[in-house]
């Protein structure tokens, strides 16, 4: 069974940085295109960045220029750096296959952008 933990959300200022990680426990890890998802209170699930297995990475206009999705295959881990953040990121921020998730979902890890 495939295991998705998050990790790396908190609450930061307005302007701030987070680096959230996300652990996939599956074999060939390096196969798959990897997306970070993110769901504010009221909205849809959005998908924000994705990776291909190449390193090819697209990003969702709201979030380009300020965040940047990585990958690690030997640790099965992907990453999602974001700078700048903006209240309007706030969310429960999801990994997963992208850029369509193929697995159950994870506990998410919180995400608070707030002066």
């Known amino acids: 069974q495939v295991q998705l933990v998050e990790s790396g959300g908190g609450l930061v200022q307005p302007g701030g940085s987070l680096r959230l990680s996300c652990v996939v426990s599956?074999?060939?890890?390096?196969?798959?295109?990897l997306g970070w998802f993110r769901q504010a209170p009221g909205k849809q699930r959005e998908l924000v960045a994705n990776?291909?297995?190449?390193?090819?990475?697209k990003y969702a206009d709201s979030v380009k220029g300020r965040f940047t999705i990585s990958r690690t295959n030997a640790k099965n881990t992907v990453y999602l750096q974001m700078n700048n953040l903006k209240p309007e990121d706030t969310a429960v921020y999801y990994c997963n296959t992208g850029e369509i998730a193929l697995f159950s979902w994870g506990q998410g890890t919180q995400v608070t952008v707030s002066s």
């Open positions: 990776i291909t297995p190449s390193g090819t990475t």
């Open positions: 599956i074999g060939g890890f390096r196969i798959y295109a």
